[in-house]
């Protein structure tokens, strides 16, 4: 049986001649441990015997120069190994500390080791990341005459896995009264009057322009009405906190809403926010002074270029608003370029103050669309131009309802008429391709009555659901294939009339003068994105319905 005791080995032993002298034989040294072969730590006489007295004098000698502590022996054995932290192996039971009892005058000279238990198991506090493991272990006897328990370690601890990086704080959206639902922008588009129709049932927010509320610049919302399905509401600019402004919108809470302004007997369309872009291009084929008002979605610098070269530019941050003012391009045609999201709206003959967002216009008020490389529309007294920053000449298809397929051929700012003019919106429907795919942008100036135009619009725009805000004359849809339009008297309404919307695949054509159809309230359902025009009873007015 093999006994262990710790044992602090301090200073090496030297090697040193018998006669009460200790003769170590050191023979390896391997995996913190010394090994030992012969009587070490072994004290004899001259006679070789072993007495009590004789290793108590020996141990005071080493004591004094060899070894700064001695903490225990093997007495008749060999000593077969000594560990790093200091466990001694004997070949036997006969260590030299149970020689107190026979030594009892030097009993508190003999050295007694420090044992201490094993280590405990780690506890298992790891569930959380970046935390600690600890184990322990205890002092089962203390020593005497030998290294002091308290110098040896009784607790460790070691970290746990480390915690991954936080995510990214979360950034709240800033608050929108439309809860996403699509906004219509009042530029220029009519200060006494604004007619607002609901698709759901919902209330409907009417939000002031920053620079014109008053409040320093922040703006504020107030609720327009409460609306079921269907439902139009007009109000004066009277009976709007503030008046009607240019730079104001609309909104529906829950669902879409389509919106038109009036300005004596004139109605224009309010512009929604689909039709924001940042490369717009349009034929000017009115009379100069023309106006543009420009809305800033976002910040942008806003360029205008007649021809190759810039004309003028904007800087305008969010939510900002200018205009473009005594325009003269008659003839040729109007190229902007942003590096950042804006509404347009065009006004011919327009005397508007510089920089001022006015609420006149006597001719043409016509939202601009941006440019794209196919657009719809009905080529009523129309003009089709394109997008160019370069020389050269630029050609656009046109593949019509009636299936014929005609080409033009235009300049940089130039722009060409269209083809199948009729001089109203009874005539076909036609999509415009532009070659080499180049964008284009194209209107349709009024019909006889001389009233205002209506811009071509990029298949991204086509809806298929349309109430109409106002009573009209004629309703007019250039749909991008052929199929269906049931017309409703209202929402919900059980009478109805299904006309077809006749063509190609590539461009259709439905015209409705029914007047139980005529009315403001009343329902279209397509079976294919369309584009609607009405002509308002009032003045005679072109309005595009923008339809969900």
């Known amino acids: 049986m093999r006994s262990h005791y710790l044992f602090a080995l301090v200073a090496v032993l030297t090697s040193c001649t018998t006669n009460g002298q200790l003769s170590p034989k050191i023979t390896s040294v391997s995996g913190g441990v010394l090994n030992f072969t012969g009587q070490d730590f072994l004290f004899t006489t001259d006679s070789g015997s072993t007495t009590h007295s004789t290793i108590l004098a020996a141990l005071d000698d080493l004591r004094s120069g060899k070894q700064e502590r001695i903490t225990g022996s093997c007495v008749t054995s060999a000593i077969t190994s000594i560990d790093i932290d200091g466990s001694v192996t004997c070949l036997d039971d006969q260590i030299l500390p149970s020689l107190a009892n026979q030594a009892n005058a030097n009993t508190e000279r003999l050295p007694r080791v420090c044992m201490l238990s094993a280590w405990s198991a780690w506890s298992s506090n790891c569930s959380l990341c970046g935390g600690n493991q600890t184990r322990t272990r205890t002092v089962i006897r203390e020593a005497n005459n030998s290294v002091p328990c308290s110098e040896y370690i009784l607790e460790q601890s070691r970290m746990c896995a480390a915690c991954p990086p936080p995510p990214p704080p ?191 216009g006597v001719a043409d008020h016509i939202n601009i669309a941006p440019a794209a490389n196919v657009i719809y529309g009905i080529p009523s007294s129309g003009y089709v131009t394109a997008f160019r920053d370069t020389a050269g000449s630029s050609r656009v298809d046109f593949q019509c309802s009636n299936s014929q397929n005609i080409s033009r051929t235009m300049g940089i700012a130039q722009y060409a008429g269209s083809p199948f003019n009729t001089a109203n919106y009874a005539g076909v429907a036609c999509r415009a391709v532009g070659a080499a795919s180049y964008k284009i942008g194209a209107t349709s100036i009024g019909d006889s009555d001389g009233g205002d135009g209506t811009m071509w619009q990029p298949e991204s725009a086509l809806r298929s659901h349309f109430l109409i805000p106002v009573a009209t004359q004629h309703i007019a849809l250039a749909c991008a294939g052929t199929g269906s339009a049931r017309f409703f008297r209202a929402v919900g309404s059980t009478t109805a009339q299904t006309i077809p919307i006749a063509g190609n695949s590539l461009a259709g054509k439905a015209y409705s003068v029914n007047p139980a159809f005529l009315v403001a309230g009343a329902y279209v359902n397509t079976t294919v994105p369309c584009l609607m025009v009405i002509d308002g009873t009032r003045e005679g007015d072109e309005m595009l319905v923008y339809g969900y």
Do not use: K
Not at 243 to 257: F, K, P, W
Not at 266 to 282: K, Q
């Open 170 to 360: 979360v950034e709240e959206p800033p608050y929108d009264p439309c809860n996403g639902n699509e906004r219509f922008y009042n530029l220029n588009s009519g200060a006494d009057e604004v007619s607002v129709g609901s698709y759901v049932a919902q209330s409907v927010v009417y939000h002031r322009y920053a620079n014109n509320d008053g409040q320093g610049g922040r703006g504020f919302g107030m609720r327009f009405g409460v609306f079921t399905a269907g439902q139009i509401q007009v109000r004066s600019s009277a009976s709007i906190q503030g008046g009607i402004r240019s730079g104001d919108y609309i909104c529906g809470t829950s669902g879409a809403v389509e919106v038109g302004g009036r300005t004596g007997v004139n109605e224009r369309n309010w512009i929604p926010s689909r039709l924001n872009g940042t490369e717009f291009v349009m034929p000017a084929t009115r009379e100069a002074p023309q106006a543009i008002v420009v809305l800033a979605l976002e910040g942008a610098t806003i360029s205008l270029y007649y021809g190759l070269a810039e004309a003028d530019a904007l800087y305008l941050q969010e939510g900002e608003m200018f205009t473009f003012t005594n325009i003269n391009r008659n003839g040729a045609n109007i190229r902007i370029n942003s590096t950042g999201a804006i509404l347009m709206t065009y006004i011919g003959q327009a005397g508007i103050p510089l920089g001022v967002p006015g609420d006149i």
